[in-house]
């Protein structure tokens, strides 16, 4: 069976400074790993995803997340963060049985607040 | 494009009561997924189907059911809501690629569920 944690329930930040959202997950199998975000009374979008190849993925708004084997981590980082990115973020990961069955499993979250 | 959608949105039950949330896609997605998220838990799976017909367990499967009698469509059943059951309720579905269900899941919005 697969689990993540997420050690950060909230993570203030000052607008235009770095952040970085901790995710460790265990797995006795190779994974595919996912960030999700969730604004405000929405529902989650997927942020970035590592299924293989470059252990380096990256989203369209800045955010890239590294999949560490060795430390069975995929931290997400940013350089430079917006009011805007204020929300929770979910870190998930799934078996890569390659089969019909595959559930995710969801870490607690982490709340980023970007405070002016 | 609709993608997922979940209705109804908001809904205040009585203890004993009973009802029905409805998920519909219209990804023609193999997978949908049922999950609850409450506060300082992330999102725990209740639910889950992989094609017409056919639904399994997830980590919280008591007190609910389930049915997916048509592909768009996964219905989640409370027989009789106790307060333990109020939360926020997420429909979710994946698709195959390659064979393989990467486990890359589009969300509802959610449904607001109180039980009183």
């Known amino acids: 069976a697969q689990s993540v944690t997420q050690l950060d329930s909230q993570v203030p930040v000052f607008e235009e400074a770095p952040v970085e959202l901790r995710c460790n997950y265990s797995?006795?199998?190779?994974?595919?790993l996912f960030w999700y975000v969730q604004y405000p009374n929405q529902g989650l979008q997927l942020l970035l995803k590592?299924?293989?190849?470059?252990?380096l993925v990256e989203s369209i708004n800045g955010f890239e997340a590294e999949f560490n084997k060795s430390q069975t981590s995929f931290h997400l980082r940013k350089p430079s963060v917006h009011i805007s990115d204020t929300a929770e973020y979910f870190c998930?990961?799934?078996?890569?049985?390659?089969?019909?069955?595959?559930?995710?499993?969801f870490g607690t979250g982490t709340l980023l607040a970007v405070q002016p | 494009n609709a993608g997922v959608t979940q209705t109804p949105k908001f809904r205040v039950l009585k203890t004993g009561q009973s009802m029905t949330l409805l998920c519909a896609q219209d990804?023609?997605?193999?997978?949908m997924y049922w999950y609850r998220q409450d506060p300082g838990m992330g999102l725990r799976l209740i639910h889950y189907?992989?094609?017409?017909?056919?639904?399994a367990k997830g980590e919280v499967p008591d007190g609910y059911n389930v049915s997916r009698l048509k592909k768009q469509n996964f219905l989640l059943g409370l027989e009789s809501a106790a307060p333990s059951q109020t939360s926020v309720y997420f429909c979710?579905?994946?698709?195959?690629?390659?064979?393989?269900?990467?486990?890359?899941?589009?969300f509802g919005e959610g449904s607001r569920l109180t039980v009183l």
């Open positions: 797995s006795s199998v190779s994974v595919y």
């Open positions: 979710a579905s994946s698709y195959l690629a390659g064979g393989t269900n990467t486990g890359e899941l589009f």
């Open positions: 590592y299924l293989s190849g470059s252990t």
């Open positions: 990804m023609n997605h193999e997978y």
């Open positions: 998930a990961v799934t078996a890569n049985y390659g089969g019909a069955t595959n559930k995710l499993i």
């Open positions: 189907s992989v094609g017409e017909g056919t639904t």
